[in-house]
């Protein structure tokens, strides 16, 4: 009797793994990422945004970062906090211990470069406003 | 330069004190300043920020970068010129100032606040008898008279003399210093320092004239001032409005805190209780512990959140053993044959009103008595208007003052400055005033000439 | 006429083109089972393109003329086989008796050039892939043969028109022979290396096996070597089980040639889509495994049918 | 490669750093045709030193570098360190605190199995399954993206309870995703886990009988396959599970395919799991609000938990100041993979290897740290 049990298992399994079939019949479950995509979540940890009046010039978001991804930059006179996206490890310490509530992690995800200097986030306007919005 | 994440996380420095049994009984210094390696590690803290809300948050505007960046370097009399510039008597603000600017510091959510008032206070006692203080750049050949030597005179007057002018300061009281004599114990502001202080102010040439009261402006005119200065402050306590308000028993804590200033004995008997929640009411419940009186209670009608008495005060005063009890607000008191008997109500929170503090109502039904041996109400001071300048006065008795940072009053070459025109504020800002008011006064008596 | 029939029309263009479209529907169709969108149609032309235009290395050690000779006699290789499965009518253009043989033979080819290009390129993944590439030929060759086998039985004769005509005449091959056509998809599938036995070029374990050391033209070249033979393999099962170019009723003259070849062409799709299932539905199993199940089961299978067609011929129902 | 190897016939295959199927993990298998000899593992690739880096931050900062020590499963490293710091100190979490963390604590367990299945059968070469289970496996990076904002590294722990509080969005969209992947679990039943060519490529491949596994210091999935019921969740409850009630799922044969079942058996459990913990989630604090300048009292502790992947403890030294003295991370893997991979590759074939690393889960980066 196994000798059969073992058969119709085995004939079992060839045979039930063409149950994918069943696939084309449905949508795919993914999207063509660039011009579909999954709406930002208001909560999510993206791009980062510096309101440049609010900003003490303390630096206390330089020294909380862990990987160090913040440093002070030259612009208009003053020190202002500048992030470098390739070391930020997005953990959101420099928003939640910046006193007046400067630095933001905005939900702006869309951050591919070609060059490495615009991975660095400069002060600029273009700089910390993020690029699409 | 980036200071590391352990420079950053760092504890505040503990500020020593007297333990509670030593003080309990006498007027000695609670708080005594830092050593100097501990003042320097506290300075070290500071993050030096890029625009600092600190300096923004002092009414005064001190530079408080740069002096505690001085301080941390070791440069203590370029730190405490620093000060100076702005601030005539810096060991005194340096004990008694509510420290705004340390709630306006970066660090104050999350990693304890600099104590910018203990590093001025080292700095200030530095050089208490030191000789290099400023002296007069250029003898001008005006004269101003200040009515009031509270903190605004003083300032004032202390500006006036550096750029030259002969200022003469009349005060009503037999002692110069106003409210930081009368008002503040000794056990928080020692009077060796506040005599020092003002002898700085003297040593400038200013004249003080005490126990003589101004009677009118016109005489002064006469006598060749150019302008008049009326800092008279605000010493007039607020009456409680209760039946039996009258008793003897029931005393105003201004002249309760000025006849300890000038050295009157009080009675108290055991049992006080104190009536408020300002810095007042505090001063008066711990110096009534120190009198001997064995039970100090506090009524406050609010509770601890809204009270407007320093932090740190409330919670020196509770370590002394006072007991303070919030929602409950004096309604009735009674004389009991020589004993006073007060009839308290509870209270509780509503709407807020418009100082943004929720209105206090009473619960109905809710009153419980109280044998006590003195009561004490310190709910807040208004200024007393002195008629005899016929100057506007506002409804609270404060002197209405142009717009912008004239200080002029409605007659011409009258000036006003401090509590008289703000009603009770804190040191800090009568300085202010009277930096502010001594500027306009200048810039008054150059273009009369 | 015969330059066109060798360059352009069932030669090297349309060869090429179709087969890359093969790619296409093969990658398309497995990402819709996979519940993916799958990608753009031009998508095999741009990788082709792309590959074109890199730098060939060849290993040091390897002798560079042979390792570059490889994927181009793979490519003429399956092209000459191509041209000799009829499409449109039952003659192929160059029609000869025994021409099965031929194609058989050359679509047998690329495997033996695979384990060359493996031995050749003396990386140690590439050695490895072009042993598991022989074991595989072992395992998948006799079954196939056997498979094809039948069909020419039946019909009497080894040549596609032959098979053809007799298909034409009674019904197609998979009603009577669905043993054979069984065993000849499977082992198609193991001539392809499609997924279930795609051991010699198996990515995860020897990181693409004897392909690994190739690169730019030449690898664009085995690319190319293995779609078509995709698309005549599967071209080859669907002329000698499902009838070719055959269909219900008669359009004479070129339209009718032109729906025969329109016909064929939807056959060797279908043959296409049951590969796809089967790549899609399992996964990679071992080379001792393949070897055991071939032998164990496909070639018995394939040898049952033949004695079922040689006892019918011989009781002459067929 | 030395000499005298090359005489006896071994020829050594490397189990490359670079290879898809080792994911920055090397072996040098010697290997004689098919059959492999003997495997000889170099770690190290992907060891970034969290444990020393972990001694110049601050408690926040740790919780929010820690979770890169272990890829696929973030979320145990972090509440293995937040709990183990908060034994040192004696701290309470408030009860929403606790429970929220065991939800994502369990998304995270699940979500690593999803991994798991995709990669196992991408080693396999079943891709279908690879790209399904990797599709499946988004339905959970979406959900942590609700709850923290992160999509695999969450940084959503920290001393004193989670730094966010869960929406009632996060709840419905929790139940929503759970309902999916229970349908799903019985599609993986007969798609991969009863497809004839999976099981021919995991049944008797990699099998260690309960003696050995103990010897050879297997923990979780792989340990519980060869039989013996050890759950840190059940022996020593940590956190909120003494209020849950699931079974510990276990199997006999100790090979691969068993390792498999464990598996899958283990993610219904964490859905039910995760169900009942949304049920009753008490509301309330889920913070005790602590400044990075908090420090935790001298001490040691050294906690333990059920992390996807086996036991994972954390020691954490700390001498008063805010940052840790010492912390050291006994991750599951690096037995996974340096004393379970070795012995059992010892013997099989060259195609078994992937199929034997990938069924004991051993996740390169949980092993290097």
Known sequence: MRKMGYLSDKFSRTFTPFGILRNLFRKPMTLQFPYETLPPLEGYRGRHALDLEKCAGCFICSMICPNKAIWPVEFKGRKYPQVHLGKCCWCQLCEEYCPNKAIKLTPHSMMVTMDKESAILGLGEEGFVPRHQ | MINTVLQLCTKRESIPQLSVEERIDNFQEVEFGYAEEEMRKEASRCLQCEDPPCIEACPAHLDIKKYVFEAREGRYRDGLETILERLPFPATVGRVCPHPCEEACVRHTHFDPIANRAIKRFLADQFMDADWYPKIETKLEGKVAVVGSGPAGLAAAYYLAKMGYGVTIFEALPQVGGMLRMGIPSYRLPRKILDGEIDRVKNLGVEMKTNTRVESSDTLFKDGYQAILVATGAHQGIKLGIEGEDHPKVMECIDFLRDIALGKTVKLGDRVVVIGGGNAAIDSARTALRLGS?????????????????????????????????????????SKNGAVALENIRMKLGAPDASGRPRPQPIEGSEFKVDVDSVIAAIGQAPKAPEQFNIEIGRFGNIIVAEGDTFATSKEGIFAAGDAVSGPRTVIEAVAAGLKAADSIDRYCKTKR | MSIFYLIVF?????????????????????????????????????????????????????????????????????????????????????????????????????????????????????TIGATRAITQLFGYEVPFLLALLSPALVAGIWSFSGILNYQVEHTWFIAYLPLAFIVAIISLVGKLERTPFDIPHAAHEIAGGPVAEYSGPSLAMIHLMVNMELFAGSALVAALFLGGFD???????????????????????????????????????????????????????????????????????L | MDIEEKEIGFSTVPFGPQHPASGHFHALLKVEGEMVHELEPHPGYLHRGFEKLMEYRVHPQNCALVDRADVLDPFSCELGYTNAIEKIAGLEIPERGRYIRIIMAELGRILSHMTWIGVLSMVLGFDSANKIAWGDREKILRLNEIATGGRLYPCYLCVGGVRRDISQEFVDETSKALDYLEGQLSFYDYFVFKNETFVMRTEKVGRMSAKEAIDLGATGPNLRACGIDYDIRKDEPYEVYPKVSFNVITRDEGDAYARSLCRRYEIAESISIVRQLLNNLPDGAFRVELSPVWAAPEGESYFCLESARGEKCFHVVSDGSPCPYRVKIRAPSFLHTLSEFPYLAKGSTIADIPAIYWSLDSCPADMDR
């Open chain 2, 294 to 334: 064995k039970e100090v209670t506090i009524l406050y009608r609010r509770t601890r959140a809204e009270m407007p008495a320093d932090a740190e005060e409330v919670e020196e005063a509770i370590k002394e053993g006072v007991k303070i009890e919030f929602l409950a607000a004096p309604k009735k008191v009674f």
């Open chain 3, 10 to 126: 069932p030669g090297f263009i349309f060869f090429f083109f179709f087969s890359l479209l093969c790619e296409y529907i093969d990658r398309k169709v497995t990402a819709r089972l996979q519940s993916r969108v799958g990608p753009p149609f031009y998508q095999p032309w741009a990788d082709f393109i792309k590959l074109m235009s890199k730098e060939s290395l060849v290993p040091k050690m390897a002798d560079r003329k042979r390792f570059m000779a490889i994927p181009i006699i793979g490519v003429t290789a399956v092209v000459t086989a191509f041209i000799y499965i009829p499409l449109w009518s039952a003659e192929s253009p160059f029609p000869f008796t025994g021409d099965i043989v031929v194609v058989i033979y050359l679509l047998s080819l690329p495997t033996v050039l695979l384990f060359l290009a493996g031995w050749h390129s003396t990386n140690v993944f590439g």
């Open chain 3, 247 to 317: 269909y219900i009723g008669i359009i004479p003259g070129f339209a009718g040639a032109i729906v025969g070849f329109i016909v064929f062409l939807i056959k060797t799709l279908i043959v296409l889509f049951i590969l796809i299932c089967i790549k899609s539905a399992f996964a990679r199993i071992k080379i001792d495994q393949l070897v055991n199940m071939s032998l164990k089961w496909l070639a018995p299978m394939a040898v049952i049918q033949l004695l079922i067609v040689v006892g019918l011929k011989f009781a002459g129902i």
